[in-house]
């Protein structure tokens, strides 16, 4: 990755997996993700798993939300992390796009206080982290907010008995 203030681009798989491990790392107890299945994220993988496991173990008012074009793809094949929001499901919520939203391929992570990372494409690894920019986060927050309310319930992470 190049440095370039409290900006950093990636170019391949690899710096955007260490742009994420970093992300993760400070996590501050919310985060929001837009993608369009999470199969790229890396967010599946046992490791990363576990550190959401602590951050909403840790944090009392710890929130993922989640909107994505298609989540088939969390629903069956990755099962630690579905796993991870059905125990907390007071703190994960997971959204889908309308229809008409589905062409959007500008995917992104976000966690406050103004940390992001974003993938330009969801065809491509080609995206940039933004840490500690709350000015430059602030239009990717603005979306994710548009992006959620326009979102609709699609996988319940609460089990329900009688």
């Excluded at 993988?45 to 602590?54: K, N, S, T």
């Excluded at 986060?137 to 089990?159: D, M, N, P, V």
Aim: charged share 20%; with cysteine.
């Amino acid at each position: 990755m190049a440095e370039h203030g409290p900006v950093r681009h990636f170019d391949d798989r690899a710096g955007y997996r260490a742009a994420l491990d970093e992300l993760l790392a400070d996590c501050p107890g919310t985060l929001d993700i837009f993608d369009t299945d999470l199969v790229d994220t890396g967010l599946a993988d046992a490791q990363r798993v576990a550190v959401l496991q602590q951050v909403l173990a840790n944090e009392a008012k710890a929130a993922i939300r989640i909107v994505l074009h298609d989540p088939a793809m969390l629903q069956a094949r990755m099962p630690r992390l579905l796993a991870l929001c059905e125990t907390h499901s007071h703190g994960v919520q997971v959204r889908q796009s309308p229809r008409n939203l589905r062409h959007v391929s500008e995917l992104f992570m976000l966690t406050p206080p103004g940390s992001a990372l974003v993938r330009f494409h969801g065809d491509h690894w080609r995206g940039k982290i933004l840490r500690r920019d709350a000015p430059g986060c602030a239009g990717y927050a603005s979306r994710f907010g548009q992006l959620w309310e326009l979102s609709t319930c699609c996988i319940s992470t609460t089990k329900l008995g009688l």
